[in-house]
Structures are given as C-alpha cells and as structure tokens.
C-alpha cells in the first residue's frame, strides 16, 4: 500500500506593521511644530544691571520715573497726586501702557544725552511674575539700568 503525504498546513507568515508612512508623519508634525513655535527669551537672559537703592547723580539729568507695582498687579508711574494708572489688568503680561511710557522716557534720555534708569517700588504682596513682567518690559524697550525703591 502506498503511503499518502499528508497536506501540511504552510505556516502563517509573521505579520508585518509598515511604519514607513508612520514616520514620515511623526516628522511632519515635528516640522510643523518647531516652525510654528515662538521663541521668548527667558528671563535671566535680560541684560539689566541692578543700580542699587542710590541713583547715580550722573543719570540725574532727567529724573527717572518710579514704576510702581501694587498688590493687585497694578502698574503705576510717578507718586503722590502726580501717580498715573497704567495697566490694571494681571491677566496681561505685556504691559502695552507702560512699553508706551517707558519707549517716551527713553527717547528723552536719548534727546538728553543720559542713560535712562527705572526705579521699581513693588508691593511685597504683589506677585512675583508681575515684577518680571515689569522687566520683560523695560528690556523689550531697552532700558538696561533698574533700581529697586524702598516701600512708601
């Protein structure tokens, strides 16, 4: 009696994942993302010089303007009567009032011949990203020299 061969099944074939097209999307996103991105200079790279509490007489040919910071994240100029409220809202961190005022006091001190210099009176309430946004905005209009004003 001959023998049969039995039929072997053929074994299943490994399955494959084809991540060809996979990575050529995760590149495309990584793309896009780093185009659309905006790079802000972090904070400690601001090239501002702290002056101390004496202002240098040097400077004191246009007197500098006091920015002061209340405990609600106020910005104000000047003291007394002569105070003037410039952003009052903390959810704004650019500060377009006080870019405004400080971009004045600038081209003044340039008409001037002097240095322009900030005094900053913060309340000790107040918080502390508010005080950065202060900074952000005088580095934005490229004061470099900042005094930090005892408390009224």
């Not at 905006?38 to 501002?48: A, G, K, V």
């Not at 309340?123 to 005088?138: C, M």
Request: net charge negative; aromatic share 4%; charged share 20%.
């Amino acid at each position: 009696m001959a023998r049969h061969k039995r039929n072997q099944p053929t074994p299943p074939s490994e399955p494959t994942l084809e991540i060809s097209s996979l990575i050529d999307v995760c590149f495309l996103l990584l793309i896009y993302f780093l185009a659309t991105s905006t790079i802000h200079p972090r904070e400690n790279q601001l090239d501002l010089r702290l002056t101390g509490n004496s202002i240098p007489t040097s400077a004191a040919t246009i007197d500098p303007p006091l920015v002061s910071i209340d405990s609600t994240g106020s910005v104000f100029t000047g003291t007394g009567i002569a105070s003037q409220p410039l952003d009052a809202d903390p959810a704004s961190r650019e500060l377009p009032l006080l870019r405004s005022h400080l971009g004045l006091y600038r081209s003044a001190c340039r008409a001037a011949g002097s240095p322009p210099l900030v005094r900053i009176n913060a309340d000790p309430a107040t918080s502390h990203q508010r005080v950065i946004d202060v900074l952000n905005a005088l580095a934005a209009e490229e004061i470099r020299s900042v005094a930090f004003a005892d408390p009224l």
